[in-house]
């Protein structure tokens, strides 16, 4: 285990996860387990930039360590954490913080959209970047699997690493990013990137019955049945394809080109797929979400673990700014 390359990802608790947060992170980062020593975390020192209250945050995250557990997360084999229960990182964000220009925290897209849309900015916000790069750095982390939307928190990970080691000698690994690209970026029910701040998603585990109806309000073009369509240029072709094999990719595709289908039909084959694929993890998900105090279990062994890491870590750079 020990000579596996570490990665390192860590998802918000900011509502029930959804299939872009499956498809861009979840998948990828849950199948990595099988060639690497996986740190995975659930942010909610993040979470508070955008959760005022207390009982949501504690119910998402009771959500996120069933979502883990159901896909098949091994507690047992790696490491997976609530990101507050390793304080540790908050110290090690305000010695990244003397040495982040605040040019740099400017240019986050975060932030830039948020001055924008004139809406309020806390420091917390302004900071977000730093304290990412805290998370991945305290950990010594090789490998960061995220979706595409978090590349630029990435290179600013990288920036702030390397002006650490810059000032004070080499003391963190500078972390590639392993972005699934085939992935990109999922749309969601009206076309925009799927996002719980967009409030355009389909839930990763719902019922059935919603999880239909969901795939049925994905919006499309307005061609009639006998039209050709563009399957590059549809939502629901896009979401179809992630649980689609090449040979049902390449069917659909021409049935879209040939004309004679309608949108119902293909939203239809989608919303089946995207059932047999979840249909298990799901009946775990709501087995395992009941039992709070296993869940509590869970965090309290990982965290216990990464704090280890996270100690050590803290340490060397504490020395190496001249702190005793
Ligand atoms: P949201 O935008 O819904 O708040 P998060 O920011 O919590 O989602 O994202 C958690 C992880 O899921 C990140 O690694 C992110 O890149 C990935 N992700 C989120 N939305 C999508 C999407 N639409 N397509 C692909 N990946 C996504
Ligand atoms: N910012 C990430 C998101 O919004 C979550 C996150 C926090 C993260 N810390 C991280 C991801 C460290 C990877 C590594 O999705």
């Known amino acids: 285990?020990?000579?596996?390359?570490?990665?390192?990802?860590?998802?918000?608790?900011?509502?029930?996860?959804?299939?872009?947060?499956?498809?861009?992170?979840?998948?990828?980062?849950?199948?990595?387990?099988?060639?690497?020593?996986?740190?995975?975390?659930?942010?909610?020192?993040?979470?508070?930039?955008?959760?005022?209250?207390?009982?949501?945050?504690?119910?998402?995250?009771?959500?996120?360590?069933?979502?883990?557990?159901?896909?098949?997360?091994?507690?047992?084999?790696?490491?997976?954490?609530?990101?507050?229960?390793?304080?540790?990182?908050?110290?090690?964000?305000?010695?990244?913080?003397?040495v982040t220009p605040m040019g740099l925290l400017e240019r986050a897209h975060a932030y830039k959209e948020k001055r924008q849309s004139k809406e309020d900015v806390t420091h917390g916000l302004f900071a977000y970047p730093v304290l990412m790069a805290a998370d991945i750095l305290i950990y010594d982390s090789h490998e960061v699997p995220v979706g595409k939307d978090q590349k630029q928190h990435l290179e600013m990970t990288r920036d702030i690493a390397q002006r650490f080691n810059h000032i004070y000698g080499e003391t963190f690994i500078v972390p590639e990013p392993r972005i699934a690209e085939v992935v990109a970026t999922i749309p969601g029910l009206d076309g925009r990137k799927m996002s719980k701040s967009y409030d355009n998603v389909i839930p990763l585990f719902s019922s059935e019955a919603q999880l239909r109806k969901q795939v049925m309000r994905i919006v499309t073009d307005s061609k009639s049945v006998e039209e050709p369509k563009d399957p590059e240029h549809c939502n629901v072709f896009q979401i179809f394809r992630?649980?689609?094999?090449?040979?049902?990719?390449?069917?659909?595709?021409?049935?879209?080109?040939a004309g004679g289908m309608g949108y119902g039909e293909i939203k239809q084959a989608t919303f089946e797929a995207i059932n047999e694929a979840i249909r298990k993890p799901r009946e775990r998900y709501f087995a395992v979400r009941e039992d709070t105090a296993q869940l509590?279990?869970?965090?309290?062994?990982?965290?216990?673990?990464?704090?280890?890491?996270?100690?050590?870590?803290?340490?060397?750079?504490?020395?190496?700014?001249?702190?005793?």
């Open 1 to 98: 285990m020990t000579d596996r390359k570490r990665t390192l990802s860590g998802i918000k608790p900011t509502g029930s996860p959804h299939l872009g947060n499956y498809l861009g992170m979840l998948k990828p980062a849950l199948a990595m387990q099988a060639t690497h020593e996986t740190f995975y975390f659930i942010a909610d020192y993040h979470a508070l930039t955008s959760v005022t209250n207390p009982k949501e945050l504690r119910e998402n995250t009771y959500d996120l360590v069933a979502v883990f557990d159901a896909l098949g997360m091994d507690f047992s084999r790696h490491t997976f954490f609530r990101q507050s229960d390793v304080p540790e990182v908050t110290e090690l964000t305000w010695l990244l913080s003397c």
């Open 296 to 324: 509590d279990a869970i965090l309290a062994e990982g965290g216990e673990r990464a704090r280890q890491v996270a100690g050590a870590v803290l340490y060397r750079a504490r020395k190496r700014v001249g702190l005793s």
């Open 242 to 257: 992630q649980f689609a094999d090449e040979t049902q990719r390449e069917a659909w595709a021409k049935r879209y080109r």
